[in-house]
């Protein structure tokens, strides 16, 4: 038997879905250090985990502390700056931010932590946070979600936005924006924080570097500050 202990996420096998069960992964724990492992996975469980994932995230993710989980890129590079000015930001906490692509991948996202037992946090868009969303029918399919939850006949979206929070995911939204409208979109919060500087920004067309710039030019708000004490207090409750 080989054992290879090492800090580079690049030697860890996750070419093949089979490498995913042969996985053991170990986090600190009160008392000691506790091992996890995915277990015995059904093969298209771990091929579906890895075509949504990538190498690069199965492995980045098998190596944080906690993952912050969102819906796009322009999050990942606003947020990831708005955060990394702060007093502990992420890297020095091992948070990764992983942008998933959309909200349909979530579930896989989610499914893949939980399996590991590494800590997550979702910042999702206002459709996400609509009764019915997908979403919503991965994490209830989880068993993520509590069994109350707000009236779905007529939802209110304050009322969902807290029940979600209680649950660990996150918005900037302030409306469920699922008409086709996009205002619950991360976009639509930066429009209201400074339409002119968004304005001036438009011609970029690569959503990290535009939440990047956006947030170099921008301090951060009061309720960025927020979000961010939340999600450390998911990731990190003992911190």
């Not at 054992?3 to 053991?24: F, N, Q, W």
């Not at 979206?157 to 939204?173: I, P, T």
Request: with cysteine; net charge negative.
């Amino acid at each position: 038997m080989i054992v290879l202990r090492a800090h580079s996420a690049d030697l860890v096998p996750v070419s093949a879905p089979s490498d995913l069960s042969k996985i053991l992964r170990l986090s600190f724990a009160p008392g000691g250090s506790k091992a996890h492992r995915a277990g015995q996975l059904e093969p298209k469980t771990q091929a579906r985990w890895l075509q949504v994932l990538g190498l690069r995230d199965t492995r980045s993710l098998l190596f944080c502390a906690g993952a912050v989980l969102c819906e796009g890129a322009t999050e990942v590079g606003g947020l990831g700056t708005w955060w990394e000015s702060s007093s502990t930001p992420p890297s020095s906490a091992n948070f990764a931010l992983i942008d998933v692509g959309g909200d349909k991948a979530f579930g896989r996202y989610i499914e893949f932590l939980e399996a590991f037992q590494i800590p997550w946090a979702v910042i999702a868009d206002g459709p996400a946070l609509h009764p019915g969303s997908s979403l919503h029918r991965q994490l209830k399919e989880e068993g993520l979600l509590p069994a109350t939850e707000p009236d779905s006949t007529t939802p209110v979206f304050g009322e969902w936005k807290d029940f979600w929070r209680s649950s660990g995911v996150f918005s900037v939204a302030d409306t469920f924006g699922n008409d086709g409208s996009h205002a619950g979109e991360f976009e639509a919060y930066l429009q209201r924080l400074n339409p002119h500087l968004l304005s001036q920004l438009n011609g970029e067309r690569s959503k990290p570097r535009l939440g990047a710039a956006f947030a170099s030019q921008h301090p951060m708000p009061s309720e960025i500050a927020i979000l961010y004490r939340d999600v450390r207090d998911r990731l990190s409750p003992s911190a």
